[in-house]
């Protein structure tokens, strides 16, 4: 029961996040499911279920043909994590500690997702990946 209260990232959550970080570094083109799939290392048939939950979700846009792909419905500044990441029904059949618990972990999470948005995972992951140029 406390591993359903305290997991927030789990591997579906991870990819969809992969997914939606490499669409919102090509906004706002698109990209194709099997070039996300390599270079975000997400099994291309679990990224493409994924990829029409998202668009369900209103998230992403996808197309058919020689020119399709997937790309961001708006730009990443305007999705919120707490959009991106679902969470998890946090009812237990516990007592009352275990369900004051489950409230309290909730509110935590909603804390911390609720200020950020896709564009700052971008620059963090663009902060992460940028080196030190020491060219005169």
Request: net charge positive.
């Amino acid at each position: 029961m406390i591993y359903i209260i305290i997991n927030i990232m789990n591997k579906t959550n991870l990819y969809r996040l992969e997914a939606l970080l490499a669409l919102g570094a090509a906004y706002p083109g698109a990209r194709r499911t099997t070039e996300i799939a390599r270079r975000r290392a997400v099994p291309e048939p679990f990224l493409a279920r994924l990829l029409a939950e998202l668009a369900r979700n209103g998230l992403v846009v996808t197309s058919r043909g020689p020119a399709g792909g997937a790309r961001l419905a708006r730009p990443p500044a305007e999705i919120s994590l707490l959009e991106v990441l679902p969470r998890p029904d946090r009812t237990t059949s516990g007592g009352a500690g275990a369900q004051w618990l489950a409230s309290r972990l909730a509110e935590a999470e909603r804390q911390a997702l609720a200020g950020l948005d896709l564009a700052a995972l971008l620059a963090a992951e663009q902060a992460a990946s940028a080196t030190v140029d020491f060219e005169i």
